[in-house]
């Protein structure tokens, strides 16, 4: 079985500040990994995945994640962080041959930003 | 590109009620879902629709059914809604990839009282 861990309920954090988010996995598998970000009253979109290759993966906003294979982890990171990017990032993974049905979500991350 | 279409947005019943939750997508995608979302439960998959023609348990299916009426379409019914069911359900969808992301609709926010 497979779970996400998002070791940080919140992360409030100033503007133009730099910002990661942490996530651990746990898999007997190989594994896909995904970040969504979830603004209020919206659904979740997907921020990036990394299905394979580089270990470094850039996303949409200008945010990035690597990928540690042996520490299971895919931390979230942005150099820089808006307002705008206050919303809720969700940590996610599909084992390999699983299928979406299988997509196991983290808790959820809050990120705050403040001016 | 409306992606994944979900209504009401809203809705509140009384216990015993009976409603169905809507969802279209026109991103041609094979697989559609159920989720909802719970403050400190994350999301649960409620049930889920591998292709037309075919529906499976999820996590939590207890109280609902669902409809896989075409390729676009995947409805949720709460028979007789209880205050349990309070929550926001999310529909989504993804292609046919065991790699493929999940596309969301912006959700159904359900009070039952």
């Known amino acids: 079985a497979q779970s996400v861990t998002q070791l940080d309920s919140q992360v409030p954090v100033f503007e133009e500040a730099p910002v990661e988010l942490r996530c651990n996995y746990s898999?007997?598998?190989?594994?896909?990994l995904f970040w969504y970000v979830q603004y209020p009253n919206q659904g979740l979109q997907l921020l990036l995945k990394y299905l394979s290759g580089s270990t470094l993966v850039k996303g949409i906003n200008g945010f990035e994640a690597e990928f540690n294979k042996s520490q299971t982890s895919f931390h979230l990171r942005k150099p820089s962080v808006h307002i705008s990017d206050t919303a809720e990032y969700f940590c996610?993974?599909?084992?390999?041959?699983?299928?979406?049905?299988?997509?196991?979500f983290g808790a959820g991350t809050r990120l705050f930003v403040k001016a | 590109n409306a992606g994944v279409t979900q209504t009401p947005k809203f809705q509140v019943l009384k216990t015993g009620q009976s409603m169905t939750l809507q969802c279209a997508q026109d991103m041609n995608h094979n697989s559609m879902y159920w989720y909802r979302q719970d403050p400190g439960m994350g999301l649960r998959l409620i049930y889920y629709?591998?292709?037309?023609?075919?529906?499976d348990k999820g996590e939590v299916p207890n109280g609902y059914n669902v409809s896989r009426l075409n390729k676009r379409e995947f409805s949720l019914r709460l028979e007789s809604a209880a205050p349990s069911q309070t929550s926001v359900y999310f529909c989504a969808s993804s292609g046919t990839g065991t790699n493929s992301p999940l596309h969301f609709g912006n959700g159904t926010r359900l009070t039952v009282t």
């Open positions: 898999s007997s598998v190989s594994v896909y």
């Open positions: 629709s591998a292709s037309e023609g075919t529906t």
């Open positions: 996610a993974v599909i084992p390999q041959g699983g299928g979406g049905f299988k997509t196991i």
